[in-house]
């Protein structure tokens, strides 16, 4: 059974940074991308960062240069560094993976409202000014 559980989430200041962490389990990391989406009440889902099982990253182009996907190195546990927070970053952020079979890694930062195969919960984050 796969698992994504969320943390880090909180309330910081403009300008200041966060680290959220997605424990993962039961998932077959050489055969799934991993992301990072956020989503606002009444808004739609976006893709903020994705991972794939090689390593290579992409991000979406309200992040780039901001934050910063990660993993460990037993790809256990799932990272998104976020710096330089703004107010429009908060959100609800959830922790994704989608196998590569299904074609929509590359779709993770692009398309909206993303059907992804499992989803953790989500961790909050407030931005205040």
């Known amino acids: 059974e796969v698992q994504l559980v969320e943390s880090g989430g909180g309330s910081v200041q403009v300008g200041g940074s966060l680290r959220l962490s997605c424990a993962a389990s039961?998932?077959?990391?050489?055969?799934?991308?991993m992301a990072w989406f956020r989503q606002v009440p009444g808004k739609e889902r976006e893709g903020v960062a994705v991972?794939?099982?090689?390593?290579?990253?992409r991000y979406a182009d309200s992040v780039k240069g901001r934050f910063t996907i990660s993993e460990d190195n037993a790809k256990i546990t799932l990272y998104l560094q976020m710096n330089s927070l703004k107010p429009e970053d908060s959100a609800m952020y959830y922790c994704?993976?989608?196998?590569?079979?299904?074609?929509?890694?590359?779709?993770?930062?692009?398309?909206?409202?993303?059907?992804?195969?499992?989803w953790g919960k989500g961790t909050l984050v407030t931005i205040s000014s």
């Open positions: 994704a993976a989608v196998r590569v079979l299904r074609g929509r890694c590359r779709q993770v930062t692009v398309v909206k409202n993303l059907d992804m195969d499992y």
């Open positions: 991972i794939d099982p090689d390593g290579s990253t």
């Open positions: 039961g998932v077959i990391r050489s055969s799934y991308c």
